[in-house]
């Protein structure tokens, strides 16, 4: 039974940090992909935040993170990072960690429908 479960959100200042945790299980970790994405109340759509491949480390990012945000994963505990450091105003959403059982990334990886499993969420608030 694949489980993402996501950990590590909360309230930041405008131009702070936070880190947030996906840790999984029941699925072949190194084999895989794991993405991040957002979604801001009253949006339908999941932004994707950033994706990372366990095989190779390949990493993909989101125009509005880029240079902010950082991927990373351990392999030896199944679990994804996301450090987000100068934070926005913009980046309040629930962040979600999902993964389609994909082996590499490609431009595709933004599209939330091409992901079968999911968190449950955690709330990020970038408030003054």
């Known amino acids: 039974q694949v489980r993402l479960v996501e950990a590590g959100g909360g309230l930041a200042q405008p131009g702070g940090s936070l880190r947030l945790t996906c840790e999984t299980s029941?699925?072949?970790?190194?084999?895989?992909?794991v993405a991040w994405f957002r979604q801001v109340p009253g949006k339908k759509e999941r932004e994707g935040v950033s994706?990372?491949?366990?095989?190779?480390?390949?990493?993909f990012y989101g125009d509005s993170v880029k240079g902010r945000f950082t991927v990373s994963s351990d392999n030896a505990k199944n679990t994804v990072y996301l450090q987000m450091t100068s934070l926005q105003f913009e980046d309040t959403a629930t962040y979600y960690c999902?993964?389609?059982?994909?082996?590499?990334?490609?431009?595709?990886?933004?599209?939330?429908?091409?992901?079968?499993?999911w968190g449950q969420g955690t709330q990020v608030t970038v408030s003054s």
């Open positions: 999902a993964t389609g059982l994909h082996r590499t990334g490609n431009s595709l990886w933004v599209r939330s429908n091409r992901y079968a499993y």
């Open positions: 029941g699925f072949p970790f190194n084999d895989y992909t």
């Open positions: 994706l990372i491949s366990n095989r190779d480390g390949e990493t």
